[in-house]
């Protein structure tokens, strides 16, 4: 059974930093891309970073692009979000899912998300 | 970069035919999928490659993709497929676009 179980949400300070870290299990962590997605309170579902499957290819959203890193340490199954400059725009449940498909098919989709952390930026 | 429009908001009877569409230039030349989030919930996928249905889908989802407009179908829709609907497509240029999202309230 897959599951993705994210960790490292609170509540932060405009201006400051976060981790947040996904844990996966139950498929070959290393064979598939995985990204982040978020949701702020009441909004639609905002793509906001993805990492290849070797972790060697990054991609952001242009929103978070230069403030947010994500990567990936395939021994330990695990997918991080570093954030920083962090503001109020930024609140959100960030969600961590699996990708699916290739270039080749023509679209990559997410077949598992996990349940979700939330960022809460506020002083 | 490109936008996935949605309408905001879509009304059914139960047993009724439910049709979302999702419109944007990127369907053209690619693939849509769809995800169902219920309140409180992570997303679902439910159709993805325009017409696939994963494992454990009902088959009263069905999708379509013409032009620059997919379209997911629910026929025969219950109380339980209340939920939010989004589209969402991918490009090499742009990476992941979500739609705009649709409320499906089955009155």
């Known amino acids: 059974e897959v599951q993705l179980l994210e960790s490292g949400g609170g509540l932060v300070q405009p201006g400051g930093s976060l981790r947040l870290s996904c844990a996966a299990s139950?498929?070959?962590?290393?064979?598939?891309?995985m990204s982040w997605v978020r949701q702020a309170p009441g909004k639609g579902l905002e793509w906001v970073s993805a990492?290849?499957?070797?972790?060697?290819?990054?991609y952001y959203a242009d929103s978070v692009k230069g403030r947010f890193t994500i990567s990936r340490d395939s021994p330990k199954n695990t997918i991080y979000l570093e954030m920083n400059s962090l503001s109020a725009d930024d609140t959100a449940v960030y969600f961590c899912?699996?990708?699916?498909?290739?270039?080749?098919?023509?679209?990559?989709?997410?077949?598992?998300w996990g349940q979700g952390t939330l960022v809460t930026v506020s002083s | 970069s490109y936008e996935l429009t949605q309408p905001p908001s879509v009304s059914v009877s139960p047993g009724q035919t439910a049709s979302i569409t999702c419109s944007g230039d990127?369907?053209?030349?690619?693939?849509a999928c769809w995800y169902q989030q219920k309140p409180g919930h992570s997303p679902v996928l439910v159709i993805y490659?325009?017409?696939k249905r994963p494992s454990g889908i009902p088959e009263r989802f069905s999708g379509s993709n013409s032009g620059n407009t997919a379209t997911l179908t629910i026929s025969g829709t219950q109380a339980m497929d209340e939920a939010d609907y989004y589209c969402?497509?991918?490009?090499?240029?742009?990476?992941?676009?979500f739609g705009t999202g649709t409320k499906v309230t089955v009155l």
């Open positions: 490659q325009d017409t």
């Open positions: 899912a699996k990708e699916e498909g290739g270039q080749s098919i023509g679209i990559y989709y997410f077949d598992y």
């Open positions: 990127i369907l053209g030349h690619r693939y």
């Open positions: 139950g498929f070959t962590f290393s064979n598939y891309p």
């Open positions: 990492v290849s499957r070797s972790g060697g290819e990054t």
């Open positions: 969402q497509a991918w490009d090499y240029s742009t990476a992941h676009v």
